[in-house]
């Protein structure tokens, strides 16, 4: 009697977690998770983040002062740091003649000096502080997730509220039962003078004095000010701010404006500010709370983790703060830059030897395809440049996008083996086919995936040259960031980095050639990805660097590992041979140790290893990331901020690529769609909850995405699925893997069949399969 009483106890409270979390997907990120902080927050990189694609802004502050970092996506100071367009003069085959004569220290004065130098450089645009009397003390500060705003709260019950418009390039924010004694606006100068956060660090690109630039002009009207601050090459940026006061309460409208918009940008910021205070704080945030309530109803996840689950609907977030449609997309540090007074670390550039590709590796799988879009459009939109740079760099046809470049795309050298890699190029181009995977948008396929991607084959097919025994290789041949900067760090080519690149895209174009229709490339690119030759590995099927090398040690960079994740070239579906290569390459870099991991390398580690199905690893790895390589705002710094052993780097410059890992880490464990048939069309598989951690017995999400353009929806409960829905983005087949226990699902379509362990059925568009337990 009261064992049965005490099972239907149990069975009660299990249904109600998994309807709660249930319930809690169809709307807004759980307040619960919010990102709470508790004053003081004394430096800019530990603020409350927020933003809207083209503008950002910092808000932090302890007793009586809050401030308001600025920040706007295209603010960048171009100028070359000596010669102009060096690498037409000091191009890649000069490169590849002075390493064959190993004239190593030439070749890094080429193509690493430039960038020693302050510019070209991403540009922070001052700060607002705010003086409060001093009986008020802020107490702590929030993100509310669900309207995107933040708030300081101090101890009188008066408050601070802002948020970045995402439907105007303004910020508000409503000052409401306290009044200000001061609003100063700081220009960048100002903020260098004061150096309120400390001295530049490690990565620094130095102070903002060494710009060269003259003192701002400042100017005041009425309840307005101002300045405006000559940056270089006729570029000039206005910021803007307006204060309208009625009773206790106090608004502040805040833009940033620059030569790109207007001739009289003065005027334009004046404009923006003054409307923004005429419709008040409510009217500005109706459009904008309905502009993240759509954001957030494109997916949502539920984990049992809360530290994991805060920093997966934080990151969520990021994407809607800082990536948009027409607005400059994500460099290191998103509309973050530094704000102390020094340049941000390593330039706030856009590094494609890692960075920009895992920035935006974690959009597709959470439908937020407008965010990354932002990315693929600024690649678009600077392919003349690209095809000019393949030209007079590479001597090549085809396109080609630096491996370190500006927001103009032109290329900013750096370590010579990766800044100017043709490498990262193809690697660029799999976001371009990932996305079109994840949509199945067959437009965007014809008109933008494949004109790009083919760009960068042609590219790599005129430097590839087919040796002795007709297996194409590069001239040069490296594995960021592997022996560094060095001589060694010229690897026999092509090293498995290269291979696995290179064999990615070709199997791409020749699956996209298939969806375009067109013959006559499918087995162009076929034969280009057989004539590259299999990976370097060692005789138990461990991983090589190239030919020759072994990993040598920890390091930060998965480079030789990466056709495992993210290009899914060897599998754990893949048969006996690649389930022995991933299984002796794991065993290597865990001979190795962590010492000399970045955050990063945490986060990518744990997408990996949940790709290959090792769940237990997967989560160790993410538990590690959030617990020791995050800030308690939770940005990603590089070193082990816990000083706990896990790596050798405790430094703390931040950069956005290893928070992004880990929602991805997320998607991995919860949702996996691949196909174990690389470059073949139509062959992937729905694999529902592949790689659970056991801890994690309760878990659900909403409509994540899978490739082919599904939405795909799931419930877990006692570790074993209870239910989940398939809509289908396309007509065709659906495929799903049966990892269901031996447990029968209960349909609610006809014709479902099996074989083997794959249930497969035909959907039109639109149609919702769904299944019981």
């Not at 590089?638 to 931040?654: C, E, H, L």
Request: charged share 20%.
């Amino acid at each position: 009697m009261f064992m049965r009483f005490f099972k239907t106890i149990f069975l009660f409270l299990s249904l109600t977690c998994v309807f709660a979390a249930h319930a809690q997907l169809a709307g807004l990120p759980d307040a619960r998770f919010n990102l709470l902080l508790k004053a003081p927050v004394s430096k800019w990189d530990e603020a409350i983040p927020l933003g809207n694609g083209l503008m950002g802004g910092l808000l932090w502050g302890e007793n009586n002062t809050i401030r308001l970092s600025l920040d706007r996506g295209d603010l960048w100071d171009e100028r070359a740091s000596g010669e102009k367009e060096w690498w037409k003069k000091y191009t890649y085959q000069k490169g590849v003649e002075m390493i064959a004569q190993k004239k190593f220290d030439t070749v890094s004065d080429w193509w690493d000096g430039p960038y020693n130098g302050v510019t070209p450089t991403k540009l922070p645009a001052g700060r607002i502080e705010i003086k409060l009397p001093v009986d008020q003390i802020v107490k702590e500060f929030e993100l509310k997730l669900a309207t995107a705003e933040g708030e300081a709260r101090f101890n009188s019950g008066g408050f601070i509220r802002a948020l970045y418009s995402a439907h105007e390039p303004v910020a508000i924010l409503l000052i409401k039962g306290v009044i200000p004694d001061a609003v100063n606006l700081l220009s960048t100068l100002d903020v260098y003078r004061r150096n309120t956060a400390g001295a530049a660090g490690l990565s620094s690109g130095g102070s903002i004095d060494k710009l060269g630039y003259p003192e701002a002009i400042k100017g005041r009207s009425g309840d307005a000010q101002w300045y405006i601050q000559e940056a270089s090459e006729g570029l000039q940026y206005c910021v803007f701010i307006e204060t309208k006061r009625t009773g206790n309460e106090t608004l502040l409208a805040v833009t940033v404006t620059s030569t790109k918009d207007a001739v009289d940008f003065l005027s334009l910021a004046r404009q923006r500010c003054a409307l923004a205070l005429k419709k008040g704080y409510n009217a500005i945030r109706a459009p904008h709370v309905q502009w993240w309530n759509a954001f957030w109803q494109q997916s949502s996840v539920s984990v049992p983790d809360t530290a994991i689950q805060k920093q997966y609907d934080l990151v969520q977030y990021f994407y809607g703060a800082a990536s948009h449609l027409n607005a400059p997309p994500m460099p290191l540090q998103g509309v973050w830059t530094a704000d102390n007074g020094v340049l941000p670390p390593w330039k706030g550039d856009y590094h494609n030897d890692l960075n920009t590709q895992m920035t935006y590796i974690a959009y597709q799988e959470a439908g937020r395809f407008d965010e990354g879009a932002s990315y693929l459009d600024f690649l678009w939109d600077r392919r003349d440049f690209f095809r000019t740079f393949a030209r007079d760099f590479y001597g090549t046809g085809g396109l080609a996008c630096p491996g370190v470049m500006s927001y103009s795309g032109q290329p900013l050298g750096g370590w010579g083996q990766y800044s100017m890699s043709p490498s990262m190029s193809a690697w660029s181009a799999h976001l371009f086919y990932l996305h079109w995977l994840y949509t199945s948008d067959d437009h965007f396929l014809q008109e933008k995936a494949y004109p790009w991607c083919s760009g960068v084959g042609e590219c790599m097919l005129g430097l590839l040259k087919a040796d002795s025994a007709g297996v194409l290789k590069l001239p040069l041949s490296s594995s960021p960031e592997i022996f560094d900067n060095s001589p060694k760090a010229w690897l026999e080519p092509n090293s498995n980095f290269d291979l696995m690149c290179l064999k990615m895209l070709f199997l791409s174009l020749k699956e996209m050639a298939a969806a375009c229709g067109k013959a006559g490339d499918i087995k162009k690119w076929a034969d280009a990805a057989a004539a590259l030759g299999d990976f370097h590995t060692k005789a138990d099927g461990t991983l090589l660097v190239d030919a020759k090398n072994e990993l040598p040690g920890s390091h930060r960079h998965l480079s030789n590992i990466m056709g495992i994740y993210p290009f899914n070239l060897i599998s754990c579906e893949g048969g006996a041979k690649a389930a022995r290569t991933i299984k002796a390459s794991f065993r290597k870099w865990d001979s190795t140790g962590t010492s000399q991991w970045c955050g990063y390398t945490f986060s990518w580690m744990s997408c990996m290893r949940a790709r290959a199905g090792d769940a237990e690893t997967a989560i160790k790895d993410l538990n590690i990331f959030v617990k020791a390589f995050t800030l308690r705002n939770g940005f990603h710094a590089n070193g082990d901020q816990s000083k706990s052993g896990y790596s050798d780097f405790t430094y703390r410059p931040f950069t956005l690529e290893g928070n992004f890992l880990a929602s991805q880490a997320v998607h991995e464990m919860l949702l996996q769609s691949w196909s174990a048939t690389p470059g073949e069309i139509n062959t992937g598989v729905i694999r529902l909850f592949p790689s659970m951690p056991h801890e994690w017995a309760i878990a659900s999400f909403r409509d994540l995405r899978a490739e082919g353009g599904y939405k795909v929806s799931a419930v877990r409960k006692n570790n074993k699925t209870s239910w989940f829905s398939i809509i289908a983005g396309k007509t065709g087949m659906v495929r799903i893997k049966d990892n269901f226990d031996g447990r029968t699902p209960e349909w609610n379509v006809k014709n479902v069949k099996k074989t083997g362990d794959i249930f497969y059925v035909n959907l039109v568009r639109g149609q919702k399969l769904e299944a019981r337990f």
